[in-house]
């Protein structure tokens, strides 16, 4: 009988990997990082809880950090064998898991620093651009609704979860003693209200369902008055003469902002002189959506397009990139009228703490914050209302306006992820919630009894049948 455990993403949003074990193959199930709080940070360091010589396949919903961003350390640790994922997520993995990688390497290098002048003993990076390389070199691109054998008795077929490009539903198909059952994983599903992607597929049919629960206690304000907020703010910002600084996740949530700026524009609504992308990941992300039109939305393409060949850069002509280093600290020197996107999105590192710093203090400066904010992490800081932002050892006291707009949000809300589940036909699959917080799991759960579901939760390490 096949067991599926459950290592990560039980107690919050951060951290995805389930280990699927049957007869005949040993499957892991996404592979991401532990983020957040620097307690919460130091479980990546922590040797994987299974052994790595018994997996013979990874299987990844998407390129999200907090679903794959430990590919490269299973790698360093022994793995060998294929990483299954959609085609988009193998251009997509390839941008974010180098730019992590230089990112910790410059990290461990600081800390080194310090513990050399403390006299203490060095640490070693958990991964090195090496095997960065060479975990890209094991991933397999997958088209959408194709079931394909990836091991001894295990089939899979991704289907689109319209979260970020290439983001996918996992079906799995397991074949033991004649009898064949399915484990179906959401992934993360994305906002039907959201920009460019196409709306989540529906599946139908499943014998175990592993459901995110991000959202699962809450509803996302409304498209329509989200995006008139989005328009006041930038007007107020164009009347008052500040800047406005956007943190940022440089796949998904950046393109749909380019996206909607773009829409203001066309209408004639963006009265700022500029709109600069100031991050290098973002830029090569934003390119990637280019080539990947082919899964927007009729809707959106058609506006992009105008009736030929268009991208979001032409879209928006005022936007322009902002690649290097010296590019970036030149936008210093704007103290109005520019609108800033930059990462990373929880402003717990990247180019973002470079414009805080110098915008924050400033009464007419806007922050937008326009994604999730886990806790521990320095943007759900600026959430909260704190009164003073600490970059290093310097205190910036915080007197920009901060908005937080929730209905931008690249995942499904509580009644999304309700309508969704509601198409899987009786008997219902057992389900299990993750990849959320306490509260939303819990409340989660609630909706779903009083719709005739027995939803379970989890804990960390607890194992199931299939």
Not at 270 to 296: G, N
């Amino acid at each position: 009988m096949a067991k599926l455990t459950f290592y990560g993403a039980t107690d919050g949003v951060t951290g995805s990997c389930y280990l699927l074990e049957t007869r005949n193959a040993t499957l892991l199930l996404e592979c991401g990082l532990f983020q957040g709080g620097r307690e919460m940070e130091k479980a990546n360091r922590k040797p994987f809880p299974f052994s790595i010589s018994d997996i013979d396949a990874v299987v990844l919903s998407h390129a999200h950090l907090d679903h794959s961003g430990r590919i490269p350390k299973l790698v360093a640790d022994g793995y060998q064998g294929p990483v299954y994922m959609t085609q988009p997520t193998v251009e997509l993995l390839e941008i974010m898991h180098k730019d992590a990688a230089s990112l910790a390497l410059r990290d461990v290098e600081w800390e080194n620093k310090r513990l050399r002048r403390a006299g203490k003993k060095e640490i070693e990076p958990m991964y090195t651009l090496e095997d960065v390389e060479i975990a890209l070199g094991l991933c397999e691109g997958l088209a959408y609704s194709r079931r394909q054998r990836i091991a001894d008795g295990i089939e899979l077929c991704y289907r689109d979860a319209g979260h970020i490009l290439g983001s996918a539903i996992v079906e799995l198909f397991i074949s033991e003693d004649g009898k064949e059952k399915k484990l179906a994983f959401s992934g993360d599903l994305g906002n039907s209200c959201a920009a460019l992607l196409r709306d989540p597929e529906i599946v139908t049919e499943a014998d175990v369902l592993l459901l995110e629960s991000t959202y699962g206690d809450r509803e996302h304000r409304s498209m329509a008055e989200t995006l008139q907020e989005f328009e006041d703010i930038i007007t107020t910002a164009s009347e008052n003469g500040g800047n406005i600084l956007i943190p940022s996740f440089a796949v998904g949530r950046t393109q749909e902002i380019i996206f909607h700026l773009g829409e203001l524009y066309q209408q004639g609504k963006l009265k700022q002189q500029a709109v600069f992308l100031d991050s290098p990941m973002a830029i090569a992300t934003t390119e990637v959506y280019h080539r990947y039109q082919s899964v927007y939305n009729k809707e959106d393409i058609r506006a992009i397009r105008h009736g030929k060949s268009g991208s979001l850069h032409t879209f928006l002509p005022i936007l322009h990139y902002s690649r290097t280093t010296e590019e970036s600290m030149a936008l210093n020197r704007i103290s109005e009228g520019a609108i800033i996107i930059a990462g990373s999105g929880m402003c717990n590192g990247g180019r973002i703490r470079h414009h805080l710093k110098h915008n924050l203090w400033r009464k007419d400066a806007h922050v937008v914050i326009v994604g999730y904010q886990a806790m521990g992490t320095p943007g759900r800081a600026l959430v909260d209302g704190v009164k003073y932002f600490r970059i290093g050892d310097e205190r910036i006291v915080v007197n920009a306006t901060i908005h937080t707009l929730g209905g931008f949000s690249a995942h499904a809300s509580q009644s999304q992820l309700l309508d969704w589940v509601s198409h899987f036909t009786d008997p219902h699959p057992r389900l299990y919630l993750i990849h959320g917080e306490a509260e939303a799991k819990t409340s989660l759960q609630n909706s779903l009894s009083r719709q005739g579901w027995a939803a379970e939760i989890p804990r960390y390490g607890e194992s199931i049948s299939i």
